[in-house]
Protein backbone atom coordinates (compact mmCIF):
# COMPACT_ATOMS: atom_id res chain seq x y z
CA UNK A 1 0.00 0.00 0.00
CA UNK A 2 1.31 3.79 -1.28
CA UNK A 3 2.01 6.33 1.56
CA UNK A 4 1.64 10.08 1.57
CA UNK A 5 4.24 12.07 3.74
CA UNK A 6 3.56 15.32 5.02
CA UNK A 7 6.06 17.49 6.81
CA UNK A 8 5.63 20.11 9.40
CA UNK A 9 4.55 21.94 12.35
CA UNK A 10 0.91 19.44 13.55
CA UNK A 11 -1.29 21.36 15.57
CA UNK A 12 -2.29 21.92 18.26
CA UNK A 13 1.10 21.63 20.01
CA UNK A 14 3.33 22.86 17.17
CA UNK A 15 5.70 19.73 16.75
CA UNK A 16 7.62 19.78 13.59
CA UNK A 17 6.84 15.85 12.52
CA UNK A 18 6.50 13.49 9.27
CA UNK A 19 3.60 12.51 9.42
CA UNK A 20 2.38 9.98 6.96
CA UNK A 21 -0.79 8.35 5.79
CA UNK A 22 -1.43 4.78 4.99
CA UNK A 23 -4.66 3.83 3.83
CA UNK A 24 -7.17 6.03 5.56
CA UNK A 25 -5.11 6.17 9.33
CA UNK A 26 -2.09 8.58 10.25
CA UNK A 27 1.46 7.16 11.13
CA UNK A 28 4.70 8.43 12.41
CA UNK A 29 6.12 5.61 11.43
CA UNK A 30 8.59 6.12 8.22
CA UNK A 31 7.25 4.77 5.55
CA UNK A 32 9.89 3.63 2.62
CA UNK A 33 8.59 5.33 -0.77
CA UNK A 34 6.65 7.68 0.71
CA UNK A 35 5.22 10.05 -1.40
CA UNK A 36 5.95 13.69 -0.13
CA UNK A 37 2.80 15.77 -0.69
CA UNK A 38 3.63 18.94 1.10
CA UNK A 39 4.96 20.71 3.93
CA UNK A 40 3.65 22.99 5.74
CA UNK A 41 1.09 23.94 8.93
CA UNK A 42 -1.02 20.10 9.38
CA UNK A 43 -3.79 21.15 11.73
CA UNK A 44 -6.86 18.44 12.30
CA UNK A 45 -9.45 18.76 9.81
CA UNK A 46 -11.70 21.59 10.00
CA UNK A 47 -15.19 21.55 12.03
CA UNK A 48 -18.51 23.35 10.88
CA UNK A 49 -20.56 22.74 14.09
CA UNK A 50 -23.57 24.73 12.59
CA UNK A 51 -24.40 24.87 9.20
CA UNK A 52 -27.94 23.01 6.99
CA UNK A 53 -27.12 21.17 4.17
CA UNK A 54 -29.41 20.23 1.99
CA UNK A 55 -31.43 23.81 2.78
CA UNK A 56 -32.13 26.84 0.98
CA UNK A 57 -34.29 30.17 1.54
CA UNK A 58 -37.32 28.30 -0.13
CA UNK A 59 -36.60 25.23 2.18
CA UNK A 60 -35.27 21.81 0.89
CA UNK A 61 -32.83 21.55 -1.73
CA UNK A 62 -32.08 19.18 -4.81
CA UNK A 63 -29.73 16.32 -4.33
CA UNK A 64 -27.52 18.18 -6.74
CA UNK A 65 -27.44 21.38 -5.23
CA UNK A 66 -27.06 19.69 -1.77
CA UNK A 67 -23.63 17.47 -3.28
CA UNK A 68 -22.53 21.27 -4.40
CA UNK A 69 -22.67 23.11 -0.89
CA UNK A 70 -21.11 19.61 1.03
CA UNK A 71 -18.23 20.18 -1.36
CA UNK A 72 -18.22 23.94 -1.11
CA UNK A 73 -17.66 22.71 2.94
CA UNK A 74 -14.51 20.43 2.22
CA UNK A 75 -12.92 22.29 -0.09
CA UNK A 76 -13.09 25.20 3.18
CA UNK A 77 -11.24 22.63 5.05
CA UNK A 78 -14.63 21.72 7.37
CA UNK A 79 -14.08 18.01 6.97
CA UNK A 80 -16.28 17.57 9.78
CA UNK A 81 -20.19 18.86 9.85
CA UNK A 82 -23.17 18.98 12.38
CA UNK A 83 -25.90 19.84 10.44
CA UNK A 84 -27.63 22.11 12.51
CA UNK A 85 -31.16 20.96 10.90
CA UNK A 86 -32.29 20.58 7.26
CA UNK A 87 -35.64 19.93 5.67
CA UNK A 88 -33.89 17.68 3.43
CA UNK A 89 -32.93 14.33 4.24
CA UNK A 90 -28.82 13.87 3.62
CA UNK A 91 -28.61 10.68 5.24
CA UNK A 92 -26.90 9.46 1.44
CA UNK A 93 -23.73 12.19 2.34
CA UNK A 94 -22.73 9.05 4.63
CA UNK A 95 -22.32 6.98 1.82
CA UNK A 96 -20.06 9.29 -0.19
CA UNK A 97 -16.48 9.16 0.97
CA UNK A 98 -15.28 12.24 -0.87
CA UNK A 99 -17.55 14.20 1.58
CA UNK A 100 -17.37 16.10 4.70
CA UNK A 101 -18.10 13.28 7.73
CA UNK A 102 -21.87 14.48 8.51
CA UNK A 103 -23.49 14.89 11.87
CA UNK A 104 -27.32 15.17 11.32
CA UNK A 105 -29.69 16.88 13.64
CA UNK A 106 -32.53 16.09 11.35
CA UNK A 107 -35.49 18.87 10.71
CA UNK A 108 -35.81 21.43 13.09
CA UNK A 109 -38.59 20.95 15.40
CA UNK A 110 -40.66 24.62 15.63
CA UNK A 111 -43.93 25.97 16.44
CA UNK A 112 -47.05 26.33 14.45
CA UNK A 113 -46.07 29.37 12.13
CA UNK A 114 -43.30 30.69 14.37
CA UNK A 115 -40.30 29.68 12.26
CA UNK A 116 -39.03 29.89 8.33
CA UNK A 117 -41.63 29.21 5.98
CA UNK A 118 -40.98 25.25 5.18
CA UNK A 119 -37.92 24.36 7.60
CA UNK A 120 -39.42 22.85 10.44
CA UNK A 121 -41.70 20.53 11.81
CA UNK A 122 -44.13 22.74 12.80
CA UNK A 123 -46.07 21.53 15.97
CA UNK A 124 -48.11 22.56 18.89
CA UNK A 125 -46.64 21.70 22.66
CA UNK A 126 -48.67 18.40 23.23
CA UNK A 127 -46.75 16.22 20.50
CA UNK A 128 -43.27 18.09 20.67
CA UNK A 129 -41.69 15.50 22.59
CA UNK A 130 -42.83 12.80 20.28
CA UNK A 131 -41.45 14.96 17.04
CA UNK A 132 -38.46 14.99 19.78
CA UNK A 133 -38.06 11.15 19.73
CA UNK A 134 -39.21 11.06 15.87
CA UNK A 135 -36.02 13.05 15.43
CA UNK A 136 -33.74 11.39 17.60
CA UNK A 137 -33.87 8.27 15.80
CA UNK A 138 -33.56 9.52 12.53
CA UNK A 139 -30.92 11.54 12.72
CA UNK A 140 -27.31 10.58 14.22
CA UNK A 141 -27.15 11.46 17.51
CA UNK A 142 -28.60 15.19 17.56
CA UNK A 143 -31.89 16.69 17.16
CA UNK A 144 -32.69 21.12 16.89
CA UNK A 145 -35.25 22.55 18.49
CA UNK A 146 -36.36 26.68 17.56
CA UNK A 147 -35.84 27.89 20.82
CA UNK A 148 -37.15 31.16 20.19
CA UNK A 149 -38.45 32.84 17.35
CA UNK A 150 -40.95 36.53 16.85
CA UNK A 151 -44.30 36.55 17.96
CA UNK A 152 -46.78 38.28 16.34
CA UNK A 153 -49.08 38.73 18.87
CA UNK A 154 -46.65 40.32 20.83
CA UNK A 155 -44.64 42.00 18.67
CA UNK A 156 -41.32 40.93 20.47
CA UNK A 157 -38.85 37.67 20.44
CA UNK A 158 -40.54 34.83 23.06
CA UNK A 159 -40.37 31.00 23.62
CA UNK A 160 -41.60 29.17 20.88
CA UNK A 161 -42.95 26.51 23.67
CA UNK A 162 -43.54 26.32 27.48
CA UNK A 163 -40.56 25.41 29.43
CA UNK A 164 -42.28 22.13 30.29
CA UNK A 165 -42.65 21.35 26.61
CA UNK A 166 -38.91 22.28 25.98
CA UNK A 167 -38.15 19.94 29.13
CA UNK A 168 -40.19 17.03 28.14
CA UNK A 169 -38.72 17.38 24.41
CA UNK A 170 -35.34 16.98 26.09
CA UNK A 171 -36.30 14.23 28.51
CA UNK A 172 -37.84 12.46 25.03
CA UNK A 173 -34.67 12.90 23.06
CA UNK A 174 -31.82 11.69 26.02
CA UNK A 175 -34.07 8.55 26.26
CA UNK A 176 -33.33 7.90 22.65
CA UNK A 177 -29.55 8.68 23.47
CA UNK A 178 -29.86 11.69 21.52
CA UNK A 179 -28.40 15.38 22.41
CA UNK A 180 -29.99 18.41 22.29
CA UNK A 181 -29.70 22.18 20.85
CA UNK A 182 -31.74 24.68 20.10
CA UNK A 183 -31.88 28.38 18.44
CA UNK A 184 -31.34 30.83 20.80
CA UNK A 185 -32.06 34.80 20.54
CA UNK A 186 -33.25 36.23 23.23
CA UNK A 187 -33.15 35.72 27.02
CA UNK A 188 -36.68 34.37 27.76
CA UNK A 189 -36.03 30.93 26.44
CA UNK A 190 -32.82 30.27 28.25
CA UNK A 191 -33.14 29.48 32.33
CA UNK A 192 -36.26 26.31 31.11
CA UNK A 193 -33.61 24.92 28.58
CA UNK A 194 -30.44 25.28 30.65
CA UNK A 195 -32.46 23.92 33.98
CA UNK A 196 -33.86 20.99 31.64
CA UNK A 197 -30.59 19.89 30.83
CA UNK A 198 -30.18 20.90 27.00
CA UNK A 199 -26.62 19.97 25.75
CA UNK A 200 -25.68 23.25 23.55
CA UNK A 201 -27.15 26.78 22.89
CA UNK A 202 -26.80 27.95 19.16
CA UNK A 203 -26.33 31.95 19.11
CA UNK A 204 -26.96 32.45 22.98
CA UNK A 205 -27.14 36.49 22.49
CA UNK A 206 -29.30 36.62 25.48
CA UNK A 207 -27.11 35.10 27.87
CA UNK A 208 -26.44 36.73 31.30
CA UNK A 209 -23.74 36.03 34.23
CA UNK A 210 -25.77 33.72 35.84
CA UNK A 211 -27.02 31.44 33.03
CA UNK A 212 -23.16 31.33 31.64
CA UNK A 213 -22.66 30.26 35.13
CA UNK A 214 -25.43 26.89 34.99
CA UNK A 215 -23.70 26.14 31.74
CA UNK A 216 -20.42 26.10 32.86
CA UNK A 217 -21.38 23.84 35.48
CA UNK A 218 -23.52 21.56 33.61
CA UNK A 219 -20.81 21.68 30.50
CA UNK A 220 -23.40 23.14 28.20
CA UNK A 221 -22.11 23.83 24.82
CA UNK A 222 -22.18 27.27 23.15
CA UNK A 223 -22.00 27.28 18.68
CA UNK A 224 -22.29 31.33 18.28
CA UNK A 225 -22.50 32.12 14.71
CA UNK A 226 -20.69 35.12 15.07
CA UNK A 227 -21.51 36.04 11.45
CA UNK A 228 -25.32 35.18 11.80
CA UNK A 229 -25.27 37.83 14.77
CA UNK A 230 -23.93 40.24 12.61
CA UNK A 231 -26.88 40.43 10.44
CA UNK A 232 -28.86 41.17 13.31
CA UNK A 233 -29.03 44.99 12.37
CA UNK A 234 -30.30 44.09 9.08
CA UNK A 235 -33.40 41.91 10.80
CA UNK A 236 -33.80 44.75 13.15
CA UNK A 237 -34.02 46.97 10.32
CA UNK A 238 -36.51 45.02 8.45
CA UNK A 239 -38.52 44.48 10.93
CA UNK A 240 -38.96 48.10 12.16
CA UNK A 241 -41.81 49.55 10.89
CA UNK A 242 -43.62 46.73 11.91
CA UNK A 243 -42.32 45.15 14.91
CA UNK A 244 -40.61 48.09 16.64
CA UNK A 245 -40.25 45.96 19.90
CA UNK A 246 -38.54 43.04 17.90
CA UNK A 247 -36.45 45.80 16.28
CA UNK A 248 -35.39 46.93 19.64
CA UNK A 249 -34.09 43.86 21.26
CA UNK A 250 -32.44 42.60 17.88
CA UNK A 251 -30.57 45.87 18.26
CA UNK A 252 -29.84 46.22 21.80
CA UNK A 253 -28.55 42.33 21.35
CA UNK A 254 -25.88 43.10 18.77
CA UNK A 255 -25.28 45.75 20.47
CA UNK A 256 -24.17 43.47 23.87
CA UNK A 257 -22.95 40.26 21.61
CA UNK A 258 -19.67 40.69 21.87
CA UNK A 259 -19.44 40.82 25.65
CA UNK A 260 -22.27 38.55 26.26
CA UNK A 261 -19.83 35.73 23.98
CA UNK A 262 -16.59 36.47 25.67
CA UNK A 263 -17.73 36.70 29.06
CA UNK A 264 -19.08 32.87 28.06
CA UNK A 265 -15.42 32.23 26.70
CA UNK A 266 -13.57 33.98 29.90
CA UNK A 267 -15.80 32.24 32.01
CA UNK A 268 -15.45 28.46 30.68
CA UNK A 269 -18.27 27.86 28.43
CA UNK A 270 -17.18 25.22 25.61
CA UNK A 271 -17.55 27.44 22.35
CA UNK A 272 -17.40 25.97 19.08
CA UNK A 273 -17.04 27.68 15.52
CA UNK A 274 -19.99 27.39 13.22
CA UNK A 275 -20.63 29.45 9.84
CA UNK A 276 -24.40 29.00 9.93
CA UNK A 277 -24.04 27.80 5.99
CA UNK A 278 -27.09 27.50 3.97
CA UNK A 279 -28.73 29.93 6.71
CA UNK A 280 -27.36 33.23 6.46
CA UNK A 281 -23.97 32.50 4.47
CA UNK A 282 -22.64 30.44 2.44
CA UNK A 283 -21.26 27.30 2.22
CA UNK A 284 -17.29 26.74 2.25
CA UNK A 285 -16.55 29.99 5.27
CA UNK A 286 -15.93 28.58 8.32
CA UNK A 287 -12.46 30.63 8.00
CA UNK A 288 -14.84 33.39 8.29
CA UNK A 289 -16.24 32.25 10.96
CA UNK A 290 -12.78 32.15 12.83
CA UNK A 291 -11.93 35.06 11.65
CA UNK A 292 -15.54 36.47 13.46
CA UNK A 293 -14.69 34.91 16.94
CA UNK A 294 -11.17 36.54 16.90
CA UNK A 295 -12.56 39.54 15.55
CA UNK A 296 -14.86 40.02 19.13
CA UNK A 297 -11.88 38.96 20.93
CA UNK A 298 -11.16 35.46 20.91
CA UNK A 299 -7.45 34.41 21.09
CA UNK A 300 -6.28 32.88 17.62
CA UNK A 301 -5.23 29.20 18.89
CA UNK A 302 -8.78 29.41 21.37
CA UNK A 303 -11.03 30.28 17.87
CA UNK A 304 -8.86 27.69 15.71
CA UNK A 305 -9.29 25.38 18.30
CA UNK A 306 -12.92 26.19 18.41
CA UNK A 307 -13.34 24.93 14.53
CA UNK A 308 -10.54 21.88 15.01
CA UNK A 309 -9.37 20.01 17.36
CA UNK A 310 -11.82 20.85 20.45
CA UNK A 311 -14.49 20.95 18.19
CA UNK A 312 -13.46 17.38 16.40
CA UNK A 313 -13.31 15.93 20.36
CA UNK A 314 -16.31 17.16 21.10
CA UNK A 315 -18.18 15.56 18.32
CA UNK A 316 -17.00 12.29 19.32
CA UNK A 317 -13.73 12.34 16.56
CA UNK A 318 -10.15 12.06 17.84
CA UNK A 319 -9.38 15.65 18.72
CA UNK A 320 -5.84 15.68 17.51
CA UNK A 321 -3.52 13.45 14.51
CA UNK A 322 -2.55 11.24 17.18
CA UNK A 323 -0.95 7.65 15.79
CA UNK A 324 -3.11 5.48 14.19
CA UNK A 325 -6.24 8.06 14.33
CA UNK A 326 -8.12 8.79 10.81
CA UNK A 327 -6.42 11.26 8.69
CA UNK A 328 -8.42 13.87 8.00
CA UNK A 329 -6.39 17.32 7.91
CA UNK A 330 -5.81 20.35 6.23
CA UNK A 331 -2.08 21.61 5.30
CA UNK A 332 -1.33 25.48 5.58
CA UNK A 333 1.33 27.27 3.18
CA UNK A 334 2.37 29.16 7.13
CA UNK A 335 0.53 28.95 10.97
CA UNK A 336 -2.77 30.16 10.74
CA UNK A 337 -2.88 31.55 14.27
CA UNK A 338 -0.50 33.97 13.14
CA UNK A 339 -2.53 34.29 9.75
CA UNK A 340 -5.70 33.38 9.67
CA UNK A 341 -6.13 34.21 6.16
CA UNK A 342 -4.21 31.29 5.47
CA UNK A 343 -6.98 29.07 6.39
CA UNK A 344 -8.53 30.43 2.70
CA UNK A 345 -5.15 29.11 1.06
CA UNK A 346 -4.96 25.47 2.01
CA UNK A 347 -1.61 23.91 0.71
CA UNK A 348 -3.49 20.41 0.89
CA UNK A 349 -6.44 18.36 2.25
CA UNK A 350 -6.79 15.24 3.43
CA UNK A 351 -9.78 13.64 3.78
CA UNK A 352 -10.41 10.04 5.24
CA UNK A 353 -6.59 9.47 3.62
CA UNK A 354 -7.07 10.73 0.47
CA UNK A 355 -6.01 13.94 -1.28
CA UNK A 356 -8.94 15.77 -2.24
Known amino acids: MSA ?13 RDLYVVGDRVTYEPQPGAERVADGWI ?11 GLDDAGATSA ?19 DCGSAA ?10 LPRLIRCGRHIGRTTRYIRNYAWEVEPEVLPAYAAQEARSGDGWIKLVGDWISRETGDLEPSFPAEAFAAAIEAAHAHGAKVTAHCFGAG ?33 LVPTVMQL ?47 GGGITRHGNIAGEVEALVRIGMPAHEALGAASWR ?23 ADPRADLSVLRRPAAIVLRGALV
Request: glycine letters at 10%; hydrophobic letters at 45%; one cysteine or more.
Open 4 to 16: LLFRGPVLPDGEV
Open 43 to 53: VPGLVDAHCHL
Open 64 to 82: EATLEQALADRDGGALLVR
Open 89 to 98: DTRWIHDRDD
Open 189 to 221: VLPGLIEAGIDCIEHGTGLSEDLIDQMVARGTA
Open 230 to 276: DKFPEHAHAGAAKFPLYAATMSDLYERMPQTLMAAFEAGVPIYAGSD
Open 311 to 333: ARAWLGMSGDLAEGTEADFVVYP
